[in-house]
C-alpha cells in the first residue's frame, strides 16, 4: 500500500521597511544612487581638471615652472639645490612662495606686454568687440585699452618674453631637441604639414569674414542718414512714395531725442547743400534711390541665373556727392533715360562699380568692361558712361541709372531710401536727426538711421559665418591638440631612457618638461608659419597678376531674405595674421603639455631600465 504524505505549504514571510520596501531592495537601490553621484562627481572631476590643464597650457612657461614648488616642494628652480623643509610651516611657506612668485611674473609680463602695445598703437576694432563680449561692456571699460582691442598683440608678446625668461632662469637641453627633430625629420615633417593645412584654412576663413566687415565699415559715412519706410530693415523691404518724401530735405532737428531724452538744440541740425547752377539756389545733399535686385539668365552660360543690383536715382551727381563716390573714369549720366549709339539703336546709360564691370565682363569673355561697352540688363541694352572708384564698398557691386527709366522697366513706382547729407558731415549730429526724423517726420512714418549704423547691421548678417568658423575652428583645433599629443606621447616612449640620462648630467624634472614643451610648441610654429607665409605669397602673386582675390558674399540688415550680394578682395591683414599665430601656439601649448608633464614625472631608475 503507497503511502502519500501531504507535504504543508511553506509560508514566505517577506519583512519590509516602513517606506514598503524590503530591506534588499532598498539597499541595492541606496547602492545604485551612490555610484550614480560618484559617476557623476567623477565627471565633474574630470571636467575641472580638464579645464585647469588646459588653463595652466595657456599660461607662459616661465609662470608654469615658478609654481612647480606649489604641487612638489622638493623641486627646485631659483636655485640647483635646495634643503629639505624641516616643519610643515617651513613646507607651507616654500609653496605660498612660488606661487607668489608666479603671480607676480604673470602680472609684470602682462604689464610690459601692455606698455608695449600701447606704445606701438596695435589695436583692432574686432578683437574690441569680442572682447567686450566675453567681459562685458563695463568691465571692458575699466580694462586698459590695449587689452581690450589688442589682446592677441599683447598675448604673442608674453609668450615673446616668456621665451627669453625661460632661458634666463635655466638651462635647457636645445641641442637634444633640434638633433631629435632632425633625426625624426619624417613624423616632424607630417605633423608640421598637419598644422599648415589646419591653420591656412583656418586663415582664409578668418581673411574672409575680415574682408566682408571691411566693405560694410568703409561704405558707411559718418555724416550720413539712411531713410527708410516704418519697419523696413534693409532698401529691399522699404517702400517710399514719390509725394511723401519731398518735404524731407526742408527738415531740421529742433531737439534730440536719442536715448529717450528730449534736449532742447542750441542749434538745430541742418542739411548739408553744395552750389548750384548760377543764379540757382543751392542744392540740398539728399539722394531720392530705388533699389532693385535684378534675377536675370546669364549670357555666358545658358540657364545659368544671377542677380543684379541696380540703383535708380533722381540725379547721379548728387548721389555721387552723398556717397563720396567718385568716377575712376568717364562721367556721369544725366536725367535722360536714353541715348543713340553708333550703330543706330538706342541704350539707357549708367555707371557700374569696379566688381560690376568685372562680372559683367566674365559674360563676354573679358577681363573688365569700359566706358563705351554695352551689356543686356533684362530687355534693356545699358551703355557704360562711367566707371565708379568703388573699391572697398558694398557699392563696387552695383549699377547706377536713371530712377524713372528703371521704375518704368522694372515696375517698382516707389523710393526704397532717401539718403541726406548733415551740415557739419559729425556721426552725433546724424544720429540725432534720425532720431528726429524717426519721431517727428509722420507723412509717412519713417525708419531713420545714420549710416555707420545702418552699416553695421549688415554687417551683422555674417554672425551665422562667426558661427561656422567658430566651430570648424574648435574641431580643427582639436585634431592638431591630439595629432601632436600623440607625435609627442611617440617621441616619449622612444626616448625614455634619453631622459634619464638627461636626469643623471643634472637637468632638473622642470627643465625636462621645458624641453618636451619647447619641441612641441616648435613643430606646431613651423606648420603654422608655413601656412601663413603661403596665403602671404599667394596673395602677393594674385594681387600683381590678376589685381587680388577676389570673394562675394551677401550681407543682410534683417536676418531675412534678401540684402546685397558683395563683391570684395580677400585681404590678409596683420589682425589674421596674428590671430593665426596664435592660434598655432595656443594648440602647439595644449598639445604639449600632457606628454611633457609625462616625461617630467619620469624616475630616473625607471626610464634607464
Not at 548733415?422 to 534720425?434: G, L, N, R, T, Y
Request: hydrophobic share 45%.
Amino acid at each position: 500500500m503507497a503511502i502519500k504524505a501531504r507535504v504543508a505549504p511553506t509560508t514566505q514571510v517577506v519583512v519590509k521597511h516602513e517606506d514598503g520596501l524590503p530591506p534588499a531592495e532598498k539597499t541595492t537601490r541606496t547602492t545604485i544612487t551612490a555610484l550614480a553621484i560618484l559617476r557623476f562627481c567623477a565627471s565633474g572631476l574630470g571636467l575641472i581638471g580638464l579645464m585647469l590643464i588646459v588653463g595652466f597650457a595657456l599660461l607662459p612657461l616661465s609662470v608654469f615652472i615658478l609654481c612647480i614648488p606649489l604641487v612638489a616642494s622638493s623641486e627646485t628652480v631659483l636655485s640647483d639645490t635646495q634643503q629639505r623643509a624641516r616643519t610643515i610651516f617651513g613646507d607651507i611657506g616654500r609653496r605660498l612662495f612660488s606661487l607668489l612668485s608666479g603671480i607676480t611674473l604673470l602680472i609684470a609680463l602682462l604689464a610690459v606686454s601692455v606698455q608695449i602695445v600701447t606704445w606701438l598703437n596695435l589695436s583692432s576694432r574686432t578683437f574690441g568687440q569680442a572682447a567686450e563680449f566675453i567681459f562685458g561692456k563695463q568691465l571692458s571699460l575699466k580694462l586698459p585699452n590695449a587689452m581690450i582691442d589688442g589682446w592677441p598683440y599683447v598675448l604673442i608678446l608674453m609668450y615673446l618674453i616668456d621665451i627669453g625668461l625661460i632661458f634666463a632662469i635655466g638651462k635647457v637641453p636645445l641641442n637634444y631637441n633640434l638633433r631629435n627633430l632632425r633625426v625624426r625629420w619624417i613624423t616632424t615633417a607630417m605633423t608640421g604639414f598637419a598644422f599648415t593645412v589646419v591653420v591656412g584654412l583656418l586663415t582664409i576663413m578668418m581673411g574672409f569674414l575680415d574682408s566682408v566687415s571691411r566693405l560694410t565699415a568703409n561704405s558707411g559715412i559718418p555724416g550720413n542718414i539712411f531713410v527708410l519706410s516704418e519697419g523696413a530693415t534693409d532698401e529691399v523691404f522699404s517702400n517710399l512714395g514719390y509725394g511723401d518724401v519731398g518735404k524731407l530735405e526742408l527738415e531740421k532737428a529742433f531737439v534730440d531725442y536719442r536715448n529717450d531724452s528730449e534736449r532742447t538744440m542750441e542749434k538745430p541740425v541742418t542739411i548739408k547743400t553744395m552750389p548750384g547752377t548760377p543764379g540757382q539756389p543751392p542744392i540740398k545733399l539728399v539722394s531720392k534711390e530705388t533699389y532693385f535686385v535684378i534675377n536675370q539668365e546669364s549670357p555666358a552660360v545658358p540657364g545659368k541665373r544671377r542677380f543684379v543690383q541696380l540703383r535708380g536715382l533722381e540725379d547721379a551727381i548728387v548721389a555721387g556727392k552723398v556717397h563720396n563716390i567718385e568716377l575712376l573714369k568717364g562721367e556721369w549720366f544725366g536725367r535722360e533715360g536714353s541715348m543713340a549709339l553708333p550703330d543706330g539703336s538706342t541704350g539707357t546709360p549708367c555707371v557700374v562699380g569696379e566688381g560690376a564691370a568685372a562680372a559683367f565682363a566674365d559674360d563676354y569673355g573679358r577681363e573688365k568692361m569700359d566706358v563705351g561697352d554695352t551689356f543686356l540688363l533684362g530687355d534693356l541694352k545699358m551703355v557704360i558712361v562711367g566707371i565708379m572708384k568703388s573699391a572697398g564698398s558694398t557699392f563696387g557691386s552695383e549699377t547706377w541709372a536713371t530712377n524713372a527709366r528703371m521704375s518704368k522697366q522694372f515696375g517698382k513706382q516707389s523710393y526704397t531710401s532717401v539718403v541726406m547729407r548733415i551740415d557739419d558731415d559729425k556721426d552725433e549730429s546724424a544720429q540725432i536727426m534720425a532720431a528726429w526724423l524717426t519721431k517727428e517726420f509722420t507723412t509717412p512714418r519713417v525708419r531713420a538711421v545714420n549710416e555707420l549704423k545702418y552699416y553695421e547691421d549688415l554687417g551683422k548678417s555674417n554672425s551665422q559665418m562667426v558661427m561656422m568658423v567658430t566651430i570648424v575652428a574648435i574641431i580643427m583645433a582639436l585634431g592638431g591638440i591630439i595629432g601632436i599629443m600623440l607625435v609627442m606621447f611617440a617621441a616619449i616612449a622612444q626616448r625614455t631612457k634619453d631622459i634619464g640620462v638627461l636626469r643623471v648630467l643634472g637637468f632638473k624634472r622642470w627643465q625636462v618638461l621645458v624641453s618636451f614643451m619647447i619641441e612641441s610648441l616648435a613643430i606646431a610654429l613651423l606648420g603654422g608659419l608655413l601656412g601663413i607665409m603661403m596665403l602671404l605669397g599667394i596673395e602677393v602673386i594674385a594681387t600683381a597678376l590678376y589685381g587680388g582675390l577676389s570673394i562675394t558674399s551677401t550681407v543682410s540688415g534683417g536676418g531675412g531674405p534678401g540684402g546685397k550680394s558683395v563683391v570684395t578682395r580677400l585681404i590678409f591683414g596683420p589682425d589674421v595674421v596674428v590671430c593665426g599665430l596664435l592660434f598655432t601656439i595656443v594648440m602647439g601649448r595644449i598639445g604639449g603639455l600632457l606628454p611633457s608633464i609625462t616625461a617630467m614625472r619620469l624616475g630616473i631608475l625607471d626610464s634607464l631600465r
